[in-house]
């Protein structure tokens, strides 16, 4: 089992570039999320989804759009990249049902936007 | 919305030190509570976690965790840190009927530990 994995693993943009991040998992999970790591501020959730062809936004969600077409898989894509967003970006991923199921991340995306 | 603190931003100690990250949320309810850790270039990966029984919980690589409901406390320890538990340590909540299962991050602390 592969797990949770995230392509690329870094990317430099141009500000109003646009780019998709993509993340896979192996594991039959229904649940994947999208955060991103700033310093000193942990990881903040930007959208996630409960199941194919739904998607719902977290706390940050705003200059992000995002896709699940397939369950395994779960994009996230800057429209217009903008400084603000250089950041790593952790993809994760969990079992329906119970709250106290783990999530299971993927090794991360570094992004820088100049 | 629930907001998860970890006091300490940054530890540094010897080996063989005792360790304790603190950990508080703001949650008056139920609670499910978590700690990850990132090793150096690695993803995050589960600790420990506590969602009823013992209050005291037993993890990978020797970590527990003692959770304390009157103190909304989650605090992280382990009696002799060795180099090997240099990392990041994540804190982390959630509620147990939340749709999507959506977790709340502390900060972090950054532990080094020297040799």
């Known amino acids: 089992n592969a797990g949770v994995t995230q392509t690329p693993k870094f990317r430099v943009l141009k500000t109003g570039q646009s780019m998709t991040l993509l993340c896979a998992q192996d594991?039959?999970?229904?649940?994947m999320y999208w955060y991103r790591q700033d310093p000193g501020m942990g990881l903040r959730l930007i959208h996630y989804s409960v199941g194919e062809g739904t998607t719902a936004k977290g706390e940050v969600p705003d200059g992000y759009n995002v896709s699940r077409l397939k369950k395994q898989n779960f994009l996230l894509g800057l429209e217009s990249a903008a400084p603000s967003q250089t950041s790593v970006y952790f993809c994760?991923?969990?079992?329906?049902?119970?709250?106290?199921?783990?999530?299971?991340f993927g090794p991360g995306t570094r992004l820088t936007v100049t | 919305a629930q907001s998860v603190s970890q006091h300490n931003h940054h530890v540094i100690l010897s080996e063989a030190a005792s360790l304790e990250l603190g950990c508080n949320y703001s949650?008056?309810?139920?609670?499910?509570l978590f700690w990850y850790v990132q090793y150096p270039g690695q993803h995050l990966q589960l600790l420990l976690k506590?969602?009823?029984?013992?209050?005291l919980v037993k993890g990978i690589k020797g970590f527990e965790a003692e959770f304390i409901k009157s103190k909304f406390s989650f605090n992280l320890r382990k009696p002799s840190v060795q180099w090997s538990d240099t990392a990041e340590y994540f804190c982390a909540v959630n509620l147990p009927n939340n749709a999507g299962n959506m977790l709340t991050f502390g900060g972090g602390t950054r532990l080094m530990v020297k040799p």
């Open positions: 594991m039959n999970h229904e649940y």
């Open positions: 994760a991923s969990s079992h329906r049902g119970r709250a106290s199921y783990e999530q299971y």
């Open positions: 506590y969602f009823s029984g013992d209050p």
């Open positions: 949650y008056g309810g139920t609670v499910n």
